[in-house]
């Protein structure tokens, strides 16, 4: 997606050079697992681990990028710190209040501090209502009666997200897929919530207006201070909009760390793979030598992931150590955690393991502009990998000698049935 110029570091409403920001949000061992039943009794049959323990801050002011492939419990993870979804294990704490298992009524008074923006601007409004009933909904579940009546402030905050105020009386099935997205935006704005979180907020829009949708949103922050965590798969977004961002991949963050961190020194092997493919739109930068990362094989399923370290089935760097024990998310430099045995950029925290064989075929390493493009080569074999490579090589070399010793030695003439006799 072309963006327009990346904002400022750190972000609309987030004080830099601050000695300890404010903690809005906290999550800790958050887990989510949804189980499975089979047969008439609907016996239990294991379970969807979606979210599976993970830990992260969101300080007030700032924005929280979550990023990962389909099925690594983005979605779900927005859902619970939102109370969307009942936890199966973990906390969290909003302004230092545990809301982990308030029920329906606790929580209700704290809907007006937290909203959500859903993916989907087509299912997440109703059809059967006009905009203005959409929008003032907010106000009549809470009870609150804004200056100069329901209808005025609808009409404003539509005109705050740049539509029509006069479009107050029409349906959803009046307005593009954009203008549906600014809808839900006006809904979820419309009690000044101190936390948004926009679960893949553009994914379902065109191209061409992605863009405006994203600039609305770092506007608003700017105007009203608003803390977003903003779900998405589309890296160029994240980057645009988000001063930290956390990587997930199988129900865990692999990888938490600040924006120019992450995307000039990547730590997590997922992370460096997930950024390799990202295409450069700029033409005068297309016959630039880069390598894509293809990673082979499907992701592990949910309900049974892998032991250890979850990527280890498709990294090309898993040794045993990364089959047996799991990487606990640490910081390696300030400011920016990862959970991997042997990260990128980083000194390697198990020194001496072995590459195993598996991990030699995990990817293929694609060059992308010069010197040819779609030429395939190996993925680059570390020290140990190298050096059992080498043994290997004159193994075979040892081989084929002695195998050219034989042959000749069978066709020489003197052979004991060739050799004079005395």
């Known amino acids: 997606m072309d963006v327009p110029a990346q904002r400022p570091a750190g972000g609309g409403g987030t004080v830099k050079g601050a000695a300890s920001p404010e903690v809005l949000l906290k999550v800790t061992g958050l887990q989510k697992h949804f189980p499975l039943k089979k047969g008439l009794l609907q016996r239990s049959a294991g379970a969807v681990k979606a979210v599976d323990g993970i830990d992260f801050e969101v300080h007030s002011g700032e924005t929280l990028g979550v990023v990962g492939e389909s099925g690594c ?241 498709r990294c090309w760097k898993a040794t045993q150590v990364c089959k047996t024990q799991e990487p606990p998310l640490v910081a390696l430099k300030t400011g920016h955690q990862v959970a991997c045995h042997h990260p990128e950029n980083a000194p390697d925290q198990v020194p001496g393991e072995m590459v195993t064989a598996a991990a030699r075929e995990a990817i293929e390493v694609v060059q992308v502009g010069k010197p040819e493009a779609g030429a395939v080569r190996e993925p680059e074999a570390d020290e140990n990998t190298a050096d059992e490579n080498t043994a290997e090589e004159n193994a075979a070399e040892e081989n084929a000698a002695d195998k050219n010793a034989a042959d000749n030695g069978a066709a020489s003439p003197e052979t004991p049935e060739d050799s004079p006799k005395e």
């Open 73 to 313: 419990g983005k979605s779900t993870m927005g859902r619970l710190v939102t109370r969307l979804l009942e936890p199966t294990a973990g906390k969290i704490e909003f302004e230092g209040q545990d809301i982990t298992h308030l029920g329906v009524g606790a929580m209700r008074p704290m809907r007006r501090d937290m909203q959500m923006i859903f993916q989907d601007p087509f299912s997440s409004l109703n059809p059967r209502h006009t905009i203005g009933t959409i929008v003032s909904a907010p106000f009549k579940l809470q009870g609150v009666t804004p200056e100069g009546g329901v209808k005025k402030e609808v009409q404003r905050l539509l005109e705050v997200v740049g539509l029509n105020p006069e479009h107050y009386n029409r349906y959803p099935h009046e307005f593009s897929g954009g203008q549906r997205q600014r809808i839900g935006i006006a809904r979820a704005l419309a009690l000044n919530p101190k936390l948004v979180v926009a679960d893949e907020p553009v994914s379902a829009l065109d191209v061409s207006i992605q863009a405006q949708v994203v600039n609305l949103l770092d506007d608003l922050q700017t105007e009203l201070g608003l803390t977003y965590v903003i779900i998405a798969h589309d890296l160029s977004v994240v980057r645009h909009v988000s001063d930290r961002i956390a990587v997930m991949y199988l129900g865990k963050i692999v990888e938490l760390a600040d924006r120019e961190s992450l995307y000039k020194a990547p730590m997590h092997p997922y992370t460096k793979a997930l950024l390799s493919a990202v295409p450069i739109p700029d033409p005068r930068r297309r016959s630039a030598k880069s390598e894509r990362i293809l990673l082979k094989g499907d992701v592990p399923s949910p309900i049974s992931p892998p032991s250890g370290c979850r990527f280890h089935t």
